[in-house]
């Protein structure tokens, strides 16, 4: 190791996964996760019991990532930290721990937001867009369009009124009687499935979303169809989560097509845990060739949450002295 190293600890614990990962010199060296699989028997994440889960894995996975770089505490410049959005608890659990380790190392403190992390994933590894370029940033809570001018200059210039595309899929699962979450499950199924009913889509004026109406749609649909007959969802589940996806998908590249198309941009990205959907991958590798777009989505391990992307966003901040004090708090809403 030399003076110039930058070596940097990311935390990642804003929903369920317990996150840690090792950053030197902007190269990722670990990526440790922990998934708490126990919320599937409640059907979404009990807040509660999420951040019980983190205090318990915390230690553990910090420890995992620090010898998987074989990498001493000691050696670390800087830990940054997920500060929201998110479940305040889990937060809570995140920060706690990255404040009390900084302190006692006496290096800085850098803290992220969240959803601009899911943006800078995209530099974690090439290739990389280049600037400015359009994000589609969608998973169970978030459903943005941003336009990203640098890596610490963002702006939403289209968001979700109500739900997230991600919570649409977990939605449907649970109407379906499928496990949480259920965006993976709807998306294997729907391979072996053909899309042959038709839901509308919503409507929402300029770039914003809407998932709330489909969602309701959806169950209607549903209801009437087994009022019929008892076993239509079994009978037909595997064109019924391939109609929902394409009309899930299919809505979320219109209005990513109308924002290149007022922006003039096109340079194209998607992050967030529902990028990691085959048919919005898909649809949106078709569209850039057919547009003229150059197109970017992130390795599978890094749509989901995971401290690699904390980690990366750290650096652009570390690289202008954006440091915090040990007096911020969690924030479960965090404007970029």
């Known amino acids: 190791m030399t003076d110039k190293d930058v070596i940097i600890l990311g935390i990642e614990s804003s929903c369920d996964d317990t996150s840690a ?18 919320h599937k028997a409640y059907g979404g994440v009990v807040p509660e019991v999420a951040s019980r889960a983190h205090q318990i894995s915390i230690v553990p996975v910090v420890s995992q990532a620090l010898e998987q770089a074989n990498i001493d505490k000691s050696a670390l410049t800087a830990i940054a930290v997920t500060r929201g959005p998110g479940l305040l608890g889990s937060l809570l659990v995140g920060l706690s721990f990255a404040k009390g380790m900084a302190l006692s190392l006496n290096i800085p403190l850098i803290e992220i937001n969240h959803m601009q992390a899911h943006v800078l994933a995209h530099f974690i590894e090439e290739p990389k867009p280049q600037f400015p370029f359009l ?18 200059e963002m702006e939403v210039i ?47 004026k300029a770039l914003d979303f809407s998932f709330s109406g489909l969602k309701t749609s959806i169950l209607y649909f549903l209801k009437r169809e087994l009022k019929e007959n008892p076993d239509f969802i079994t009978e037909n589940l595997n064109d019924i989560c391939a109609s929902v996806q394409i009309r899930i998908v299919s809505y979320l590249m219109n209005k990513l097509r109308k924002a290149s198309a007022e922006t003039g941009i096109t340079e194209i990205a998607v992050a967030g845990g529902v990028s990691a959907n085959s048919e919005l991958r898909k649809q949106l590798t078709a569209t850039g060739v057919e547009l003229g777009w150059n197109t970017y989505v992130p390795k599978i391990e890094y749509c989901t949450d995971n401290a690699a992307m904390i980690a990366c966003a750290a650096q652009f901040k570390y690289e202008k002295g954006e440091f915090v004090g040990q007096d911020i708090v969690p924030l479960s809403r965090y404007a970029m």
């Open 21 to 38: 990962a090792i950053l030197k010199n902007g190269k990722i060296l670990a990526n440790c996760v922990a998934t708490q699989d126990l």
């Open 135 to 152: 994000c589609l940033t969608v998973s169970g809570g978030h459903t943005q369009i941003v336009r990203v001018r640098g890596p610490l």
């Open 158 to 204: 289209g968001t979700t009124i109500d739900d997230a595309a991600g919570e649409a899929f977990d939605k449907t699962g649970k109407m379906l009687g499928l496990d949480y979450p259920a965006g993976p499950v709807i998306d294997k199924l729907a391979q072996q499935g053909i899309p042959r009913f038709e839901f509308p889509e919503p409507k929402v």
